[in-house]
């Protein structure tokens, strides 16, 4: 399959990249370094590439994040959503809005955020953040609704948060309790690919529980 990790630089995407590189799939990361993903026509560019080399894509994985929050809901800065609006909204909305077009052309598409328990239950602080993945997950949605029938699917996983061995290295006493394990993760998209596409369009599927 040609995977396309978008948002890749981290070792969040090394997981996920090196998943699908394992199994014998051709995997096109973008890290900040290659696209910036802020850039339309730089995404659209790409998207072009891609299409010439493969004729299509067989998975997308979003992966680009960031968090901001503030002491109470009064403190939230205005500047923190701006930053989540295009970290979280704006470079989604470039990836999945070029390459709709080549996940068609795939025989199972597979389209994939991961977003967070706090889009459903926002803490005071958190109202950028919750809103802003809130939003990545609407837009989402809304993929998958263009995806549905062509044997495509656009999925949400929902984790509390992420941990990778870097973390665990660097704090051994933390417990890290309702983290999900990056390589589980990587997991979790893989097995996207192995369920029919009806079954999983346009969920959320809650990796905490
Ligand atoms: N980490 C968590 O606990 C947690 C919790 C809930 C949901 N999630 C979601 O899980 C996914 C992966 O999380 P993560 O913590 O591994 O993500 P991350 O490290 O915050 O972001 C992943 C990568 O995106 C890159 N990126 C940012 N802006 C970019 C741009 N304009 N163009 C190209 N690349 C850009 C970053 O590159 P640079 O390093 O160069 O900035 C970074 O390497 C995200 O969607 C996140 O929202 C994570």
Same mark, same amino acid.
């Given at each position: 399959m040609i995977i396309l990790v978008t948002g890749a630089g981290g070792p969040t995407g090394e997981a996920v990249s090196g998943y699908f590189r394992k199994h014998g799939h051709t995997v096109i990361d973008v890290g900040r370094q290659d +696209?910036? @993903? @802020?850039d339309r026509a730089a995404v659209q560019d790409l998207a072009g590439r891609v299409e010439r080399e493969h !004729? =299509? +894509?067989d998975g997308v994985v979003h992966l680009v994040g960031g968090w901001r929050g503030s002491g109470s809901f009064a403190e939230t800065s205005l500047d923190d959503w701006d930053l989540l609006h295009d970290l979280l909204i704006r470079t989604l909305q470039h990836v999945s809005l070029a390459f709709e077009p080549l996940l068609r052309r795939s025989e199972d598409g597979r389209f994939v955020i991961v977003s967070a328990k706090a889009a459903q239950a926002p803490s005071a602080g958190g109202a950028a953040y919750a809103a802003a993945k809130a939003a990545a997950e609407a837009w989402t949605l809304s993929l998958a609704d263009a995806l549905k029938g062509t044997g495509g699917a656009a999925t949400i996983l929902v984790v509390k948060a992420l941990v990778n061995d870097a973390m665990r290295e660097a704090s051994?006493?933390? =417990?890290?309790? !309702?983290f999900t394990d990056v390589n589980e993760l990587a997991a979790v998209i893989g097995g996207l690919f192995d369920r029919p596409a009806a079954e999983i369009n346009g969920t959320r599927l809650d990796l905490t529980s």
């Open positions: +696209v910036d @993903l @802020l !004729g =299509r +894509v051994p006493e933390a =417990r890290f309790s !309702g």
